[in-house]
């Protein structure tokens, strides 16, 4: 979860846990209304897998690929992440186990 911290020179900056690490993201503002609105832009550089469902998770990889991918290769993988989660549920990731990936 981000949060706020004000420095001493009254900036604001985002504060993200990603990959294990801490991230630091200034705002460049000193009104935290705005901070708070810069922060929630941020926010979509650096996902929460452990809240994120499959067809999230697909949502969010299929956005990624755009431009970099050709649109067949995008449909193969959207097709199957959807069949995944046919299959298994649209379970969080974080409760996907190998039992459910050799699932037929």
Request: a positive charge; charged letters at 30%.
């Amino acid at each position: 979860m981000p949060c706020l911290i004000k420095t001493k020179s009254g900036i604001y900056h985002a504060v993200f846990a990603y990959q294990g690490k801490r991230v630091w993201r200034s705002t460049f503002t000193r009104d935290r209304d705005e901070a708070v609105h810069v922060m929630e832009e941020l926010r979509k550089e650096f996902p929460v897998w452990r809240n994120m469902t499959i067809l999230k998770l697909r949502d969010y990889l299929l956005n990624v690929m755009k431009g970099q991918n050709a649109r067949a290769t995008i449909e193969l993988y959207d097709l199957s992440m959807r069949e995944f989660a046919r299959i298994v549920g649209n379970k969080f990731v974080r409760a996907v186990n190998a039992y459910d990936i050799v699932q037929k």
